[in-house]
C-alpha cells in the first residue's frame, strides 16, 4: 500500500517537472511569437532595413545567418566526422585517445566569446581574412567542432563490433568496413548531432560579433570575404543602440521569430533528409 | 582413412592476451571437405582459436601469438600474409546472427562489391548462394526488403548465404547456433552437412550432440590445451584420454 502511494507520488512530481519545462518553453514561444508576429510580412523578409533600422525589413540579416550557418556546417561536419573516425576507430585505446578526448571536451566547455576573440586575433588579422562571412564561418565551426565530434564519437560507438567483424570476415579493409558498413549505421545518430549543431550555429551572437557582423550593411554580401549582417547580432544591435528604440524593439522581436522559425526548418529539412535515408538503408 | 588431404595445418600454437595464455601448444589439421569440431567447457579457448585462422584475432589489443598455420602452404600467421586475401578463402559464421541492417540482396552483394565482382552477374551468385544456403524459397519475394525483419534463424542463414558468395574454400562456424531455437539449429546443421561437399568446414559448439551429429573429426579442448583429437566415431564411443571421457559424460563442463 505504502509502496503504491510512493509510486504515485513520484509519478506525479515527474509529471509536474515536464508540465514547468513544457511552460517555459510555451511561453517562450508565446511571448517571441506575440510580440514578433505583428511585424511579419513579406517585405520584412525580403526588404532591406530603412530609417536608421526603425522600418524596413531585415533580409540581409536573414542571408547573413544562412551563409554563417552553412559555412560552419560545411567546415565542420566533415572535420569533426572525421576526427571522431580517427578516435573511434583507428586509434587503439589508449594514452593518446584519451588526452585527444580530454581536449575535445575541454573545447566544448570554453565560453563562447573567447572563441570571437580567438577569430579576430586568428582568422580576422593573422590569416588576414577580415571581417568577413568567411572568418565567421571559421569562428562558428570551430565553436561547434566539439559537439559534433563528441556526437559522432558516440554514433559510431554504438555501432555494434559484431558489423565491423562481419564486414572484415568478407574480406573487407578497415576502410572500406568504416565507410560501407559501419558509418550507414551511424549516420542517423551523426546526423542528430549535426542538426543540434545547425541550430547552436544560427544562434550564437559573441563568436560573430569581432569575426563577421555589421550592425548595418547596404546590399546584400557578395562574396566570402565581406562583412555580413545576421539575426542574433542584429537582435543584440537592436535593443542596445539606435536612436528610437520604441520602433525598434518590435524589429528585435521579429528577428528572434524568424531565426526560431529558420533553426526549425533546416532541422526539420534535416531530419527530413536523415528518415529519407534511414529508410533506403532500413 | 587415407585419403585424407590436409587444407589447414596448425603446429604449435601459442596465443597470449596480456600476461594470460590463452591458447598452449595446439596443433591440429583441417582435412579437406571434413568437418571439424570443437568442443570444450567455455573460456577453453575454442573460439579464440578458430578466430586465428582468418586472422580475426589479430585485431584485438595486446594479444600475441606464436606457432604456424598452413592455408595450403601459406602461413596465415606471418605479419606478411594479406589478412583480407585470407579473409576471402577462410570465410567465418558467428556466433550471433550479424546482418547488416541492409537489404537482404545487399547484404549478399555487399563482400561480391568489394571483390570488384562485375555488376551483372551479382543477381545470378545472389540467387546461387541464397539457394546454397537454403534460404532462396523464403526470401525470393522479397529479396529489397530489410534483413533485419528475417527471424534469428533466417538471418544466420543469410550469414551463411554472405559467407558462401564470395567463394570461400574454408568456413568457420563460431557457435552458429547458441541463439536459435531447436528447428532453426537442425536447419543450420543440415546445411553444414551439405556444404562440406564444397568446403572445408571448422565448428566451434557447445553442444556435444551437434558435434557427433556434423563433424567428422573432433577436437576436444580443455583450459587451453588440445586434449584429444580423433575421428569424431571414435572418440564419442571410445575417448582415449580419461578428461573427455569424462566431459562427454557430462561430469564437468
Given at each position: 500500500?505504502?509502496?503504491?502511494?510512493?509510486?504515485?507520488?513520484s509519478f506525479?512530481?515527474?509529471?509536474?517537472c515536464?508540465?514547468?519545462?513544457l511552460?517555459?518553453?510555451?511561453?517562450?514561444?508565446?511571448?517571441?511569437?506575440?510580440?514578433?508576429?505583428?511585424?511579419?510580412s513579406?517585405?520584412f523578409?525580403?526588404?532591406?532595413p530603412?530609417d536608421?533600422?526603425?522600418?524596413?525589413?531585415v533580409?540581409?540579416?536573414?542571408?547573413?545567418?544562412?551563409?554563417?550557418?552553412?559555412?560552419?556546417?560545411?567546415?565542420?561536419?566533415p572535420?569533426?566526422?572525421a576526427?571522431?573516425?580517427?578516435?573511434?576507430e583507428?586509434?587503439?585505446?589508449g594514452?593518446?585517445?584519451?588526452?585527444?578526448?580530454?581536449g575535445?571536451?575541454?573545447?566544448a566547455?570554453?565560453?563562447?566569446?573567447?572563441f570571437?576573440?580567438?577569430?579576430?586575433?586568428?582568422?580576422?588579422?593573422f590569416?588576414?581574412?577580415g571581417i568577413?562571412?568567411?572568418?565567421g564561418?571559421l569562428?562558428?565551426?570551430?565553436?561547434?567542432?566539439?559537439s559534433?565530434?563528441?556526437a559522432?564519437?558516440?554514433?559510431?560507438?554504438?555501432?555494434p563490433?559484431?558489423?565491423?567483424?562481419?564486414?572484415?570476415?568478407?574480406?573487407?579493409?578497415?576502410?572500406?568496413?568504416?565507410?560501407?558498413?559501419?558509418?550507414?549505421c551511424?549516420?542517423?545518430?551523426v546526423?542528430?548531432?549535426i542538426?543540434?549543431?545547425?541550430?547552436?550555429?544560427?544562434?550564437?551572437?559573441?563568436p560573430?560579433l569581432?569575426?563577421?557582423?555589421?550592425?548595418y550593411?547596404?546590399?546584400?554580401p557578395?562574396?566570402?570575404f565581406?562583412?555580413?549582417?545576421?539575426?542574433?547580432?542584429?537582435?543584440?544591435?537592436?535593443?542596445?543602440?539606435?536612436t528610437?528604440?520604441?520602433?525598434?524593439?518590435?524589429?528585435?522581436?521579429?528577428?528572434?521569430?524568424?531565426?526560431?522559425?529558420m533553426?526549425f526548418?533546416i532541422?526539420?529539412?534535416?531530419?527530413f533528409?536523415?528518415?529519407?535515408y534511414?529508410r533506403?538503408?532500413? | 582413412?587415407?585419403?585424407?588431404?590436409?587444407?589447414?595445418?596448425?603446429?604449435?600454437?601459442?596465443?597470449y592476451?596480456?600476461?594470460?595464455?590463452?591458447l598452449k601448444?595446439?596443433?591440429?589439421?583441417?582435412?579437406e571437405n571434413?568437418?571439424?569440431?570443437?568442443?570444450?567447457?567455455?573460456?577453453?579457448?575454442?573460439?579464440?582459436?578458430?578466430?586465428?585462422?582468418?586472422?580475426?584475432?589479430?585485431?584485438a589489443?595486446n594479444?600475441?601469438?606464436?606457432?604456424?598455420?598452413?592455408l595450403?602452404?601459406?602461413n596465415?600467421?606471418?605479419?606478411?600474409?594479406?589478412?583480407?586475401k585470407?579473409?576471402?578463402?577462410?570465410?567465418m559464421?558467428f556466433?550471433?546472427?550479424?546482418?547488416?541492417s541492409?537489404t537482404?540482396?545487399?547484404?549478399?552483394?555487399?563482400?561480391?562489391q568489394?571483390?570488384?565482382?562485375?555488376k551483372?552477374?551479382?543477381?545470378?551468385?545472389?540467387?546461387?548462394s541464397?539457394?546454397?544456403?537454403?534460404?532462396w524459397?523464403e526470401?525470393?519475394?522479397?529479396?529489397?526488403?530489410?534483413?533485419?525483419?528475417?527471424s534469428?534463424?533466417?538471418?544466420?542463414?543469410?550469414?551463411?548465404?554472405?559467407?558462401?558468395?564470395i567463394?570461400?574454400?574454408?568456413i568457420?562456424?563460431d557457435?552458429?547456433?547458441?541463439?536459435?531455437d531447436?528447428?532453426?539449429?537442425?536447419?543450420?546443421?543440415?546445411?553444414?552437412l551439405?556444404?562440406?561437399k564444397?568446403?572445408?568446414?571448422?565448428?566451434?559448439?557447445?553442444?556435444?550432440?551437434?558435434?557427433?551429429?556434423?563433424?567428422?573429426?573432433?577436437a576436444?579442448?580443455?583450459?587451453?590445451?588440445?586434449?584429444?583429437?580423433?575421428?569424431?566415431k571414435?572418440?564419442?564411443v571410445?575417448?582415449?584420454?580419461?578428461?573427455?571421457q569424462?566431459?562427454?559424460?557430462?561430469r564437468?563442463?
Open positions: 500500500m505504502k509502496n503504491k502511494i510512493i509510486q504515485q507520488v506525479l512530481l515527474i509529471g509536474a515536464i508540465l514547468i519545462t511552460f517555459f518553453l510555451a511561453s517562450l514561444i508565446y511571448f517571441i511569437a506575440k510580440n514578433g508576429l505583428p511585424v511579419l513579406w517585405s523578409l525580403t526588404q532591406p530603412k536608421a533600422m526603425s522600418s524596413g525589413g533580409a540581409p540579416a536573414i542571408i547573413g545567418t544562412f551563409y554563417l550557418t552553412l559555412g560552419a556546417i560545411i567546415i565542420a561536419a572535420l569533426g566526422l576526427c571522431a573516425i580517427y578516435l573511434q583507428y586509434c587503439q585505446k594514452t593518446v585517445a584519451s588526452i585527444i578526448k580530454i575535445v571536451n575541454n573545447l566547455g570554453v565560453p563562447s566569446v573567447v570571437g576573440l580567438f577569430g579576430l586575433t586568428f582568422f580576422v588579422k590569416l588576414g581574412f568577413s562571412i568567411l572568418s564561418a569562428t562558428l565551426a570551430i565553436l561547434i567542432l566539439p559534433i565530434i563528441s559522432s564519437c558516440e554514433a559510431l560507438n554504438a555501432v563490433n559484431s558489423i565491423r567483424e562481419a564486414s572484415l570476415a568478407l574480406g573487407a579493409t578497415q576502410f572500406q568496413t568504416i565507410r560501407k558498413a559501419v558509418l550507414p551511424a549516420f542517423g545518430a546526423m542528430t548531432g542538426i543540434l549543431s545547425i541550430a547552436r550555429a544560427a544562434g550564437e551572437t559573441a560573430i569581432f569575426t563577421a557582423a555589421a550592425f550593411k547596404r546590399g546584400y557578395d562574396s566570402i565581406s562583412e555580413t549582417m545576421a539575426l542574433p547580432y542584429h537582435i543584440y544591435a537592436l535593443m542596445t543602440e539606435g528610437n528604440p520604441a520602433k525598434q524593439e518590435p524589429i528585435a522581436y521579429g528577428c528572434a521569430l524568424i531565426l526560431m522559425l533553426v526548418i532541422s526539420l529539412a534535416a531530419i533528409l536523415r528518415n529519407k534511414r533506403k538503408n532500413g | 582413412m587415407d585419403d585424407n588431404k590436409i587444407k589447414i595445418e596448425a603446429k604449435n600454437i601459442n596465443f592476451y596480456g600476461q594470460m595464455q590463452i601448444n595446439l596443433s591440429v589439421n583441417f582435412y571434413q568437418v571439424t569440431a570443437f568442443i570444450g567447457p567455455s573460456g577453453c579457448g575454442k573460439s579464440t582459436f578458430i578466430r586465428l585462422l582468418n586472422k580475426m584475432n589479430e585485431l589489443p594479444s600475441s601469438v606464436s606457432g604456424e598455420i598452413y595450403d602452404g601459406e596465415i600467421l606471418d605479419k606478411k600474409t594479406n589478412a583480407v585470407i579473409r576471402r578463402k577462410v570465410g559464421v556466433q550471433k546472427p550479424n546482418p547488416f541492409k537482404i540482396f545487399q547484404n549478399i552483394s555487399y563482400g561480391l568489394l571483390c570488384k565482382t562485375p551483372k552477374l551479382i543477381p545470378e551468385i545472389v540467387e546461387e541464397l539457394k546454397h544456403a537454403a534460404l524459397n526470401v525470393k519475394d522479397r529479396l529489397h526488403k530489410s534483413a533485419l525483419e528475417l534469428g534463424g533466417q538471418q544466420q542463414r543469410l550469414c551463411i548465404a554472405r559467407c558462401l558468395a567463394k570461400p574454400e574454408v568457420l562456424f557457435e552458429p547456433c547458441a541463439s536459435l531447436p528447428i532453426s539449429t537442425s536447419k543450420i546443421e543440415e546445411l553444414v551439405k556444404l562440406k564444397y568446403y572445408t568446414i571448422a565448428i566451434v559448439t557447445h553442444n556435444m550432440q551437434q558435434a557427433a551429429r556434423v563433424s567428422d573429426q573432433t576436444f579442448m580443455y583450459l587451453g590445451e588440445l586434449i584429444e583429437f580423433s575421428p569424431t571414435e572418440m564419442f571410445v575417448p582415449k584420454e580419461k578428461k573427455t569424462e566431459y562427454l559424460s557430462g564437468f563442463g
